[in-house]
């Protein structure tokens, strides 16, 4: 199951997806992000029949995620995001 966090408003979208099938809740993107936009908890809010932890954006930063990830979020050639780098499952990606 694919979990998008973030908003859309004037300006574009600003989404980032977790698919929950392959995150396996290890944490390396929490540890990776330096906004701490992450968190892993022991129930799924998208599927309460997973019995895995699962990593979720914090509540209080989905809507101003564009913001919270503005430090980290790559300009031209520049490598992928720490979050996204430190995801060895490929569970995680940014729309914008």
Known sequence: MLANYGYKDGS????????????????????ACPARVFVVVDEDPYDPMREEP??????????????????????GHRPALPCVRACKEGAL????
Do not use: M, R
């Open 12 to 31: 574009g979208e600003y989404f980032i997806t977790v698919d929950t099938e392959k995150c396996n809740g290890c944490g390396a993107c929490v540890k």
């Open 54 to 75: 699962v990593a979720v954006v914090v509540q209080e930063k989905k809507n101003k995620i564009k913001d919270e990830c503005s430090l980290c979020k790559p300009s």
């Open 93 to 96: 990606s940014h729309s914008w």
